[in-house]
Nanobody
Framework: QVQLQESGPGLVKPSHPLSLTCTVS??????????WSWIRQSPGKGPEWMGA???????YYKPSLKSRMSISRDTSKNQFVLQLSSVTPEDTAMYYC??????????WGQGTQVTVPS
């Protein structure tokens, strides 16, 4: 059973960077042909796909976020990391890490709330 667990600060000051880690168990992040993504949901809005890192290490980003985000991985720890720079209150959301398989988003973390005060 694959499990994903997000971790990171719950409160980030405006203009500061955000770093979230997703720790994966029950499966390797390098296993063909999965990808691992970050999705967030702000209050009153639908889910927003932010980006992903594939089993190969290739990364993919939402164009509107690409300039200030990156996704990296630590294969020795079976983790992937979201970094988002210069956060604003609009970045306040529940952040989820997920696995993308042949049938779509098949495993999700429980989510972690990030708040950027105004």
């Amino acid at each position: 059973q694959v499990q994903l667990q997000e971790s990171g600060p719950g409160l980030v000051k405006p203009s500061h960077p955000l770093s979230l880690t997703c720790t994966v168990s029950g499966g390797s992040i390098t296993t063909n042909y999965y990808a691992w993504s970050w999705i967030r949901q702000s209050p009153g809005k639908g889910p927003e796909w932010m980006g992903a890192i594939a089993f190969s290490g290739n990364t993919y980003y939402k164009p509107s976020l690409k300039s200030r985000m990156s996704i990296s991985r630590d294969t020795s720890k079976n983790q992937f990391v979201l970094q988002l720079s210069s956060v604003t209150p609009e970045d306040t959301a529940m952040y989820y890490c997920t696995r993308i398989g042949a049938e779509g988003y098949d495993y999700w973390g429980q989510g972690t709330q990030v708040t950027v005060p105004s």
